[in-house]
């Protein structure tokens, strides 16, 4: 079942500008992950933050984590033509024999140039 | 570098023929996995595996089987395939009994069934 939910579905920005994309999920969590997919391609892993850290940096990436509120943001700052692609969340939950992880839907974005 | 390798990027294949997906990664990785993604439905995991002929059902293993006989490479069955199934299929590996550790993904293989 799906698990995590990111918000919004799609954003437009202008090179130079920050992105910010949200993440609620529902159950308890161990850590939460944000993947990047370029059209049409795989994913490749951006950042993981685990369930007592509550912000992360690298580069320019920062992603927060809520447990109260079971929510997460990833930010990218000055923003990159580059930067076009969707973005996705994925949660860990703690349990012995959890490996997998459970991804939302995704964020599209779009940099302008 | 993690590479993880898929057998196509294209494939097209007519109903109730038997597809064979392959997924090869090279870093000794425990788990491995399979994704379909879908517009609007994110990925959804169909099964992962955590060893040598283990093999573990994800959200929605229906029409689909696995296969796992060496560490490096995990197959995916599509026994009778039929149109719904058209899809972009993923292929992930993880090292270690955790969710802690970042999924190296393959390039995705875009199944078409006609």
């Known amino acids: 079942s799906q698990q995590g939910e990111e918000d919004p579905q799609a954003l437009s920005i202008q090179e130079g500008e920050n992105a910010t994309m949200n993440c609620s999920y529902k159950t308890s969590i161990n850590n939460l992950q944000w993947y990047r997919q370029n059209s049409g391609r795989g994913l490749v892993h951006l950042i993981l933050i685990r369930s007592n850290e509550r912000e992360k940096h690298s580069g320019r990436l920062r992603v927060t984590l809520d447990t109260s509120k079971k929510s997460s943001s990833l930010l990218i700052t000055a923003s990159r033509a580059a930067d076009t692609a969707s973005y996705f969340c994925?949660?860990?939950?703690?349990?012995?024999?959890?490996?997998?992880?459970?991804f939302g839907k995704g964020t599209k974005l779009s940099v302008i140039p | 570098d993690v590479k993880v390798t898929q057998s196509s990027r294209y494939l097209v294949k007519r109903t109730g023929e038997k597809v064979f997906l392959e997924c090869v990664q090279d870093m000794d990785h425990e788990n491995m996995f399979w994704y379909r993604q879908d517009p609007g439905l994110g990925l959804r995991l169909i099964y992962f595996?955590?060893?040598?002929?283990?093999?573990e059902k994800g959200d929605i293993p229906e029409g689909y089987s696995v296969s796992r006989e060496k560490k490096e490479r995990f197959s995916l069955i599509l026994e009778s395939a039929s149109t719904n199934q058209t899809s972009m299929y993923l292929c992930?590996?993880?090292?270690?009994?955790?969710?802690?550790?970042?999924?190296?993904f393959g390039p995705g293989t875009r199944l078409t069934v006609l």
């Open positions: 992930a590996s993880s090292v270690g009994q955790t969710s802690y550790n970042e999924q190296f």
């Open positions: 595996s955590y060893d040598v002929k283990m093999k």
């Open positions: 994925a949660t860990g939950r703690p349990g012995a024999g959890s490996y997998q992880l459970t």
